[in-house]
């Protein structure tokens, strides 16, 4: 449809009717058959497919890990030298790890993929004459769609018709301001930004209404060509940097342990390509090789769990986040009261009870068309109650409400005064008082002079203190002209007020304390004054708490800034830059920090914050800025979602710090052993076989319980803690392992296969010890271990001394039967390595708590 293709101009600068003959539409939509073969034609509205919903881009994806890649160079390996039976296994191994790794991988982004799918969002649609609500995924080229404020707009298209439609465009163009969008030809050469004729994906509605034609869907649109261009990545979490971060650590030691062991066994004569073979299985003995699909499986399971307590988590790299969140910041409405609004009367400017001034906010609410709101809706509510009703009056136009402003104007026209206009503005105190030059008295007015201005203030504050939310209504008598602005709101006359009460939630207090139990302090966050924010704070429990209001935040630095949010608890009549500035400047003083909005103005602090936290009622725009979503607007089921997250993270670090520091233990010892023995102290083959069935508890590791000291505090992702750690119980399963082998060589005189028989099963006891030792920070006899994970444990350790009297297995992996007297000394090492485990992490993490475990290992 432009230039580029066939010769034709673009679309925003054709009329519309040509663009309905070329996309076989009408304003009443497309034909539902027409939509459906466009589909199959031209794909789904989508700027890129989900690579995990795919089974055949996860098995392959299995084979792209550099592991996989070097099992595969070991297999060719010992395919060149002829050893068939090592190949062989290894082959198995490949594909015994990489299925393992699938299947799990598989199950967990289908349970994502259906967490994902109840946040779908969908669009208003007209076809065939009717309006229907469709997902963005199936909406084509020559669709017709509805708009309103809140709205995300779902693919680039040509505007039909348009009230007041004021659109957000700073993802595409950078412009922070609104621009409004009207129908019309735009020419050729107008820019992105110029083109007001046109909607674009992924931009949103602040205010207003309109319907618009889709003229390119998916990787057409304007944000899909970008996207496309700069294949850009998602924002890194802390959580997967820690990851990266350490998988860089594990490489240079494995890299180092592997070349030092290579070279020994070449200046001790053995065989280069048995030694070679060695080392590779050596290295991979190292490597956490199941990591990806271990934290993909317990972040899903998270997810899983966290669904059924009504948290909806989008993005799963933020459970991490929601887990180590420190500060959570929110908005009073729905969390710290019951969120239901209520106009308990209408106020004139003296105070008493007025009819016209219920009647003057009615018509505000009933005839304005933008940002869909729970006070005008509390405002209809009443009307409605009292049969008020808007006969002998037209609207005439509309200054949309917009969060400089803080107010809404409508001008009406009144049948028993034909020869003017009635310019009605509703909104914040401040915005409105300031625009008003008289105040209204009994049948008359007065001049708003400095006397009287001082007593309606103090009347606002008394009243704002009692807990009620005021909202000014001021008129203006105006000539009639075609359009009104901005500028005609002026010399008005101060009406009154509208009072409304949202009631403290009974439940909020426990919930707050139950959160800063957890080490989560709370931040309220709301453009109401500062008085109703007050009152309701202290309701709930928040007492003496420092406030800042949003004139205050204008005037203060960045730096400055730093410090004030880290100490305040309340931020009143803030604007929505604000909003994200204060979660800005709690993560420069290095928070992680949570934000809870639901509403237009929330998207910039959303977008900013660690873990955006909407609700599933939440407008378009905030659901889709947000990383968790709510199915409750509720503290107690945030405090759950916090306490899920922890428990997820846990068991992810639990499946990092055991197996590194097994798998480092291992590798020391082999490779100190190596220069002494005058063989190789496990086969290639076993230590793969080890490897692979050490694994197998593993997978149950998301499904553990977690001990409740785990899950009293936020936890972050520290590589210096991980290096430590495994450095400690890495040396303490390698004194043990060392002590085995003098056992082994100068008690049992064991040849070749005794000695690997031996270590081999020992190994993979110690492991699993240090499984069920590791697994909580406290004594182990006093955590219960989750029933799949003792399950999968017990098999394991009973396979592991079964192996070697299982002849055909036995053969193939170099395993020979052990006397039941060596038994019983493995057995008896594998408890005393066990209690010295427990004596090493009581102390380990005793001196952490203390604030000295880095002391420790200087």
């Known amino acids: 449809m432009t230039d580029a293709a066939g010769g034709q101009k673009p679309y925003w600068s054709r009329p519309v009717d040509e663009l309905f003959r070329e996309l076989a539409s009408s304003p009443g939509g497309i034909p539902a058959v027409g939509a459906e073969e466009r589909l199959r034609r031209e794909g789904r509205n989508l700027v890129r497919e989900e690579a995990a919903a795919s089974a055949v881009g996860l098995l392959v994806r299995q084979f792209q890990s550099p592991l996989v890649l070097i099992l595969v160079f070991a297999g060719v390996i010992a395919g060149a030298l002829r050893e068939w039976i090592d190949a062989s296994i290894i082959l198995a191994m490949v594909l015994g790890s990489t299925l393992l790794g699938f299947v799990q991988e598989y199950r967990a982004s289908r349970a994502v993929a259906e967490l994902r799918q109840r946040l779908a969002l969908t669009a208003r649609v007209r076809r065939d004459g009717r309006v229907e609500d469709m997902p963005f995924s199936d909406l084509v080229r020559g669709d017709v769609v509805l708009l309103s404020a809140g709205a995300v707009v779902p693919a680039d298209a040509v505007v039909l018709s348009a009230t007041d439609l004021l659109v957000s465009e700073a ?31 992924g931009t949103s509605v602040r205010s207003g209404t309109g319907e618009v034609l889709i003229v390119a869907t998916g990787r057409r649109t304007e944000f899909g060509e970008i996207a496309e261009r700069l294949k850009q990545k998602p924002v890194e979490t802390d959580f997967a940097r820690g990851l990266r971060r350490f998988g860089y650590l594990l490489i240079r030691v494995m890299v180092g342990i592997v070349l030092f062991v290579l070279i020994v066994n070449q200046l001790l004569g053995r065989p280069f390509g048995e030694s070679l073979l060695f080392a590779v299985a050596l290295g991979l003995g190292m490597s956490p090789e199941l990591l990806p699909a271990i934290v993909i499986v317990t972040l899903s399971t998270g997810a899983t769990q966290l669904a059924k307590r009504g948290v909806i988590v989008r993005q799963l790299e933020a459970i991490e986040n929601l887990g180590g969140m420190t500060v959570f910041c929110t908005d009073k409405t729905g969390t710290l009261t019951e969120g239901r609004i209520r106009m308990v009367d209408a106020l004139d400017a003296e105070g008493r009870s007025s009819e016209a001034v219920r009647r003057l906010g009615f018509l505000n609410a009933c005839f304005e068309t933008g940002i869909d709101n729970p006070l005008d809706q509390a405002v209809l509510e009443d009307a409605e109650a009292r049969a008020l009703s808007p006969a002998g009056f037209q609207k005439s136009d509309e200054i949309p409400y917009d969060f400089t402003r803080k107010r809404l104007s409508v001008v009406i026209a009144v049948d028993d005064d034909p020869a003017s206009r009635t310019m009605v503005t509703k909104g914040a105190f401040d915005h409105v008082i300031a625009l008003c030059a008289a105040v209204a008295v009994g049948e008359g007015d007065a001049p708003l002079d400095a006397p009287a201005a001082a007593r309606v203030r103090a009347f606002y504050k008394a009243q704002s203190e009692k807990g009620l939310r005021l909202l000014a209504v001021a008129t203006r008598r105006l000539p009639i002209r075609a359009n009104y602005g901005v500028e005609d ?39 109401d004054n500062r008085y109703v924010l007050r009152h309701v704070a202290e309701a709930v429990g928040i007492q003496d708490a420092e406030l800042i209001t949003g004139a205050q935040l204008a005037r203060l630095k960045d730096e400055a800034l730093w410090n004030r949010a880290e100490r305040a608890t309340l931020f009143a009549e803030v604007d929505p830059q604000q909003k994200e500035r204060i979660v800005r400047a709690l993560q420069r003083r290095g928070h992680c920090v949570g934000y809870l909005g639901d509403g237009i103005n929330d998207a910039p602090a959303l977008y900013a914050a660690d873990v955006g936290v909407s609700v599933d009622q939440a407008v378009d725009v905030a659901r889709e800025s947000a990383d968790v979503v709510l199915l409750h607007r509720d503290l107690d089921v945030l405090r759950e979602g916090v306490e899920g997250g922890r428990r997820t993270f846990a068991n992810t670090l639990k499946y990092i710090r055991i ?12 490779a100190l052993a190596t220069p002494f023995l005058p063989f190789l102290p496990l086969a290639a083959k076993q ?96 955590s219960r271990p989750g029933k799949l994970l003792v399950g999968i444990s017990l098999a394991v350790g009973v396979l592991a001394l079964s192996l070697p009297f299982i002849t055909p297995l036995a053969q193939v992996f170099g395993l020979t039967p052990l006397r039941a007297i060596l038994l019983g000394v493995l057995v008896a090492l594998v408890v005393s390595y066990l209690a010295a485990t427990e004596a090493a992490k009581l102390w380990y993490f005793r001196r952490r708590e203390q604030g000295q475990g880095r002391a420790a290992f200087a």
């Not at 409304?500 to 909020?508: G, H, I, L, N, T």
């Not at 197996?659 to 082999?670: C, D, E, K, L, P």
Request: glycine share 6%.
């Open 687 to 782: 230590i793969l076989l080890n490897n692979f069935l050490s694994d197998l508890p593993a997978m149950a590791i998301s499904s553990d319980a977690v001990d409740g000291d785990r899950l009293a505090n936020p936890q972050r992702m520290s590589i210096g803690d991980l290096q430590r750690f495994m450095v400690l119980f890495g040396l303490t399963s390698s004194a043990f392992d060392l002590t085995a082998f003098a056992v082994l060589l100068y008690g049992f005189k064991a040849t070749e296969p005794l000695f690997q028989t031996a270590w081999f099963v020992l190994s993979l006891l110690t492991e699993l010890a240090a499984l069920m030792s590791l697994r909580t920070q406290g004594p182990a006899w006093r």
């Open 659 to 670: 197996t590194t520091s097994a798998n480092f233990g291992n590798m020391v010892s082999m």
């Open 489 to 527: 709101e002026a010399a008005m006359r101060l009406e009154g007020f509208l009072a409304f009460r949202d009631p403290p939630k009974a439940d909020a207090s426990a919930a707050i304390a139950h959160l800063r139990e957890m080490g989560v302090s709370i931040k309220v966050i709301s453009g």
């Open 171 to 201: 993802a595409l163009t950078g412009e922070s301001f609104p621009v409004e969008k009207r129908p019309g030809v735009c020419p050729a050469e107008a820019p992105l930004a110029g083109r007001s004729n046109c909607v674009f994906l």
